[in-house]
Every structure is written in C-alpha cells, then in structure tokens.
C-alpha cells in the first residue's frame, strides 16, 4: 500500500467512503477483489482518501487491508481505516478494537462518535461525559501511534437541534485532542440546506475546528447539503460513488467533485483527471453490477441528451445554449434523440454524430424528419435505438433499403411436452421451441431451422445457421440484452408490442428496434435489422 503524493493539496479534501458506506446499499455485496478494483479506480479518479472498511469488525475488511498493504498501489489517495472510539469504562491502550485500527497499517484513521445525547445515554448507556473522555482517550491514543485521525459525529444535526451545547462539545473534545478534521454527519438524511449552512457555520465559529460534512439522501439534498456546508466553510466532504449508500443512498461523488471543479473553480483533483469522471462511474457501476443511471448528473448517458426540436436548433448555433457545461470537461459526449419531437436540427445534428453531412441536402432531412413522426406514430422509438434510425437514414438517402438477405417467410413453434424435468415448465413438463426461416441470400434460396429456450431465441439461431455460411463475419455477433414493452393505450392479449435488442460484434455494440402486434414478429423485426447492421459493421454493403 502507497501513500498518494500527487494531491493538489490538502486544503481540501474529497473522501470517498464507497467501500464502506456506499456497500451498505441493499443489493451490492462486495469481494475483497472487488473493493480492490474500486479502490484502484478511485485512485485513478484523484480522491484524496480512500475509506476501505473497518478492520476487526469483519473478516473481509481484514482481509481486505492485508491485501491493500501488498497489492494496492495508491498514487494519490490515502487508505483510511474506520472504527468506534472506545468502550465505555474502559481505556484506548487496552481497546483491542483501537488496536485492530493501528494494525491495518492504514496511515489515516476515521472514529465515529456518538454527538447527539440520547444516542449517548440510550444507545451507548454511558454518561455523557464519560462520552467527552472515550472521545478523547481515543484520539490521543491514535495520535500518539503516529496515527491521523478523522472523526465522525454520528447524528450531529439532530443532536445540535436536541442540545447544541453537548453537540459542540463533542466537536471540541475531538479537535482538541488532535482530531485533524471533525466531520458532521447527517445520519439519518432528514436536513435542508439552509439547516446545514447554518450549524456548520456556527461550529466553526464557536470551536475553531476543521470542520467536514457527511449527508445522507434521504430528502433528496445530499449534493446540495454538502455544497450547502462547504459555503460554510467546511473543507472536507464525504461522498460515495454514484451516490450508493444505505437506504437512498449518500452524497454522489461526481456531481459533488463536478460542482467543485466547474462551479466553484476549486481545484480538488491532479490536474486532467475530471476527464476521466464518466468512465470511473461506469467502471465502478460494472464492478457493483449495477446499471449505470442513465440520468445522473454530469456522467449519466442522457445528462447531455436532447430530444426537443427547438433545443437541436439552439444546440446548431452554439451547444452551450442548451448545456450548463462542455460535457468532454468531464468525459461525457453530447447527444442527439431522435423521436417525434425531433425537427431538422435535431435530424442533422444526429446524422453528423453517426457521420453523415446533411446540411446540404433539406429533401433528404425533411424526408427522415416525416418518416420518424410516421414511424414513431406506430409505435417506434429511435432514442434508444441508434442502428435502427441509421438504416431509415440509409434506406432514405438510397430511395429504398439495399437488403444482404430477403425474407420468404419465418415461422416458430412452442411445444409444451408432458412429462421430462420437473419445473422446467408450467405442470412438470418441458417447453420445445423450433423457428424455421425462409430466405433467399446471393441469389440463393435458403431454409434453417433453429431451436431454443423461447421462440425468438430459436428464430435467432434459425436467422444465424441461414446466414453463417454465406457471411461468416456473423459469428461474432451475438444478443446481449432484449427488452419488450407493451405499448401504452393498447390493452390485452392483441396490443401492439415493441421490443428493444441490444447486439454486439467485433466492432462494439449497437440497439435495433422493431414494432409488431405480437412479440415475436416485432423480435424478427428488431433482429432484421440488427443483423444488417452488423454487416455493414464489418465493412460489407448490401447489393440487393
């Protein structure tokens, strides 16, 4: 384990407590691999401090900090240990919990606190003083170890709210102790921003001390609370990636580091590394297996997506129009949507991010423009469907679409079969499913038949066997995602259905879409063309 040197400065601090905060959101479950990889991009990120669990508490945070001391190579963070102060009645020298903080070999130690007075008297079943003297014990213990110590003041606004004098005697205990930074915590998420601008601003005035803040989402103004404290004058934030956490989760790192950078002019990252900010948060969701929110700020895919017709033609003029920043600043790109809202601009302006000059050719525009408003009449979305909107703009500027295939007929068959494995089907049996596929290809006429675990599976395979042969450059294509909605204002068994197919190949991925009154048709359309495109993907052109 290295000790970040290249932090801008340690004015102020951006600490990141996703691998221990940000895991107790419900659904994630972290390997010590796994906190390893987070920690490495975190690092990369430029944090200036990484919290990576609390060592003697559990076997894998254990685990987790021997591993970091020969593996983990930091360039610009510090790894930080949390624990509890001390137990009542008892001594920090004698402390086996302090002494597990010391072992980790982590150079920055967090301690929380109790600071609200109930949680002291009910939780803790200790006086308050002797509270004061654990606070105290604990930090002078860790500090004379060598040791830089954070501490936490668990519930502090809502017990600054209940007894604002023990509140701040908490806060003062610590600082005077040699507590480096006494950081506040919103823990149960309940407060405004006005609220924290206040407390913090009159604990500073009255203790002298560090200060940091803490928040919790859970009114929806984490982001906003922990700007809120820093106006105040804290200079230590605590955020988790993505904003993961307990219950709704913490202050997001990115929009947080984002407002610093961009709307504060702070310097808090190496200089370059805002750049890498959407790939951090993308890599970090992967390594979670948590989708990526599609609109979060800053990173999110749609953070810098436009739909309406009247921002693609500000956009044409100047992008900043339409966007608070460059989205490249934080390695983002804008976005062009295509949809019934869209306009001229709009189609243009889509048409260059897939490289196609449209500006000089207004038929053309005004004939892709109607077709989307048509199209997406039916049932169509393009938004979300990139390589679907390429090929109506192909067929459009070619007069018709060029086909590498034409389809005679499909057909698909599900079998329900009694008996076999039980629970593989409705009443013990098994469910067979067989596509065969019509086509003619190079002037050949092909049939293939395909089975599978449902119908559009087998008309996949059925679609592959018929075109492998004569296009092997399909064998690296495969389905990654297949999504199917039924279409609101259509109702029962006879709605219409439209079906979203995410594929990839050996140049990338790429999303097809397809529209029909039943599920499998509209799947048959949606691959149709995801084949196509892959095609052309791989540097073929349809003859026919």
């Given at each position: 384990?290295?000790?970040?040197?290249?932090?801008?400065?340690?004015?102020?601090?951006?600490f990141?407590?996703?691998?221990?905060?940000?895991?107790?959101?419900?659904?994630?479950?972290l390997?010590?691999?796994?906190?390893?990889?987070?920690?490495?991009?975190?690092?990369?990120?430029?944090?200036?401090?990484?919290?990576?669990?609390?060592?003697?508490?559990?076997?894998?945070?254990?685990?987790?900090?021997?591993?970091?001391?020969?593996?983990?190579?930091?360039?610009?963070?510090?790894?930080?240990?949390?624990?509890?102060?001390?137990?009542?009645?008892?001594?920090?020298?004698?402390?086996?919990?302090?002494?597990?903080?010391?072992?980790?070999?982590?150079?920055?130690?967090?301690?929380?606190?109790?600071?609200?007075?109930?949680?002291?008297?009910?939780?803790?079943?200790?006086?308050?003083?002797?509270?004061?003297?654990?606070?105290r014990?604990?930090?002078?213990?860790?500090?004379?170890?060598?040791?830089?110590?954070?501490?936490?003041?668990?519930?502090?606004?809502?017990?600054?709210?209940?007894?604002?004098?023990?509140?701040?005697?908490?806060?003062?205990?610590?600082?005077?102790?040699?507590?480096?930074?006494?950081?506040?915590?919103?823990?149960?998420?309940?407060?405004?921003?006005?609220?924290?601008?206040?407390?913090v601003a009159?604990?500073?005035?009255?203790?002298?001390?560090?200060?940091?803040?803490?928040?919790?989402?859970?009114?929806g103004?984490?982001?906003?609370?922990?700007?809120?404290?820093?106006?105040?004058?804290?200079t230590?934030?605590?955020?988790?990636?993505?904003?993961?956490?307990?219950?709704?989760?913490?202050?997001?790192?990115?929009p947080?580091?984002?407002?610093?950078?961009?709307?504060?002019?702070r310097?808090?990252?190496?200089?370059?590394?805002?750049?890498?900010?959407?790939?951090i948060?993308?890599?970090?969701?992967?390594v979670?297996?948590?989708?990526?929110?599609?609109?979060?700020?800053?990173v999110?895919?749609?953070?810098?997506?436009?739909?309406?017709?009247?921002?693609a033609?500000?956009?044409?003029?100047?992008?900043?129009l339409?966007?608070?920043?460059?989205?490249?600043?934080?390695?983002?790109?804008?976005?062009?949507?295509?949809?019934?809202?869209?306009?001229?601009?709009?189609?243009?302006?889509?048409?260059?991010?897939?490289?196609?000059?449209?500006?000089?050719?207004?038929?053309?525009?005004?004939?892709?423009?109607?077709?989307?408003?048509?199209?997406?009449?039916?049932?169509?979305?393009y938004?979300?469907?990139?390589?679907?909107?390429?090929?109506?703009?192909?067929?459009?500027?070619?007069?018709?679409r060029?086909?590498?295939?034409?389809?005679?007929?499909?057909?698909?068959?599900?079998?329900?079969?009694?008996?076999?494995?039980p629970?593989?089907?409705?009443?013990?049996?098994?469910?067979?499913?067989?596509?065969?596929?019509k086509?003619?290809a190079?002037?050949e006429?092909?049939?293939?038949?395909?089975?599978?675990?449902?119908?559009?599976?087998?008309?996949d395979?059925?679609?592959?066997?018929?075109?492998?042969?004569?296009?092997?450059?399909?064998?690296?294509?495969?389905?990654?995602?297949?999504?199917?909605?039924?279409?609101e204002?259509?109702?029962g068994?006879?709605?219409?259905?439209?079906?979203?197919?995410?594929?990839?190949?050996?140049?990338?991925?790429?999303?097809?879409?397809?529209?029909?009154?039943?599920?499998?048709?509209?799947?048959?359309?949606?691959l149709?063309?995801?084949?196509?495109?892959?095609?052309?993907?791989?540097?073929?052109?349809?003859?026919?």
């Open positions: 384990m290295t000790d970040g040197t290249s932090h801008p400065d340690d004015s102020f601090h951006v990141d407590t996703t691998l221990r905060d940000g895991a107790q959101r419900e659904g994630i479950n390997t010590v691999a796994d906190k390893l990889t987070i920690a490495r991009h975190l690092d990369e990120f430029g944090v200036g401090f990484i919290e990576g669990g609390w060592p003697g508490a559990n076997p894998r945070d254990t685990e987790f900090f021997a591993r970091a001391a020969a593996e983990l190579k930091l360039s610009n963070a510090q790894l930080v240990a949390f624990g509890a102060t001390r137990r009542a009645g008892g001594s920090a020298a004698a402390d086996p919990q302090l002494a597990a903080l010391v072992a980790s070999g982590a150079p920055v130690i967090t301690l929380v606190a109790k600071s609200h007075d109930r949680h002291v008297e009910l939780a803790l079943r200790t006086t308050l003083e002797e509270n004061l003297e654990m606070v014990d604990s930090v002078s213990h860790l500090r004379a170890q060598g040791r830089r110590v954070f501490v936490d003041c668990e519930h502090f606004f809502d017990g600054y709210r209940a007894n604002r004098e023990y509140a701040l005697a908490v806060v003062g205990a610590a600082h005077r102790a040699g507590a480096d930074v006494v950081v506040l915590c919103d823990t149960n998420g309940g407060m405004l921003p006005s609220g924290v601008h206040e407390i009159d604990v500073i005035a009255a203790t002298g001390a560090r200060i940091g803040i803490h928040a919790q989402d859970d009114t103004c984490a982001v906003a609370n922990t700007l809120a404290a820093v106006d105040a004058g804290a230590h934030v605590q955020c988790t990636a993505n904003g993961y956490g307990e219950r709704v989760g913490n202050a997001n790192l990115f947080v580091v984002g407002a610093l950078e961009l709307k504060y002019d310097r808090v990252l190496p200089a370059g590394r805002l750049a890498e900010m959407t790939r948060s993308h890599a970090i969701a992967e979670v297996n948590l989708t990526p929110s599609t609109h979060q700020p800053y999110g895919v749609s953070a810098f997506a436009h739909k309406a017709g009247l921002h033609s500000a956009i044409k003029v100047d992008p900043d339409y966007q608070h920043i460059d989205p490249e600043r934080v390695g983002n790109t804008m976005r062009m949507l295509v949809s019934d809202m869209a306009g001229r601009a709009s189609i243009e302006l889509k048409g260059k991010e897939l490289g196609y000059d449209l500006s000089a050719d207004r038929d053309l525009v005004g004939r892709v423009v109607a077709r989307v408003k048509e199209q997406e009449n039916l049932g169509y979305t938004e979300a469907a990139d390589a679907s909107f390429e090929l109506l703009l192909r067929d459009e500027a070619q007069g018709r060029k086909r590498f295939f034409t389809l005679e007929s499909w057909r698909t068959i599900s079998e329900q079969q009694a008996g076999g494995q629970g593989l089907a409705a009443g013990g049996g098994t469910a067979a499913n067989e596509a065969t596929v086509l003619w190079k002037g006429r092909i049939i293939a038949t395909g089975e599978g675990n449902g119908p559009v599976d087998a008309l395979r059925a679609l592959r066997t018929a075109l492998e042969k004569i296009y092997p450059q399909l064998a690296k294509l495969e389905l990654v995602d297949y999504k199917v909605r039924i279409l204002g259509q109702h068994t006879g709605s219409k259905t439209r079906v979203l197919i995410e594929s990839a190949g050996g140049n990338g991925s790429w999303s097809t879409v397809g529209v029909a009154d039943n599920v499998v048709a509209a799947s048959w359309l949606a149709e063309d995801a084949y196509t495109y892959g095609l052309i993907k791989s540097g073929l052109e349809p003859q026919e």
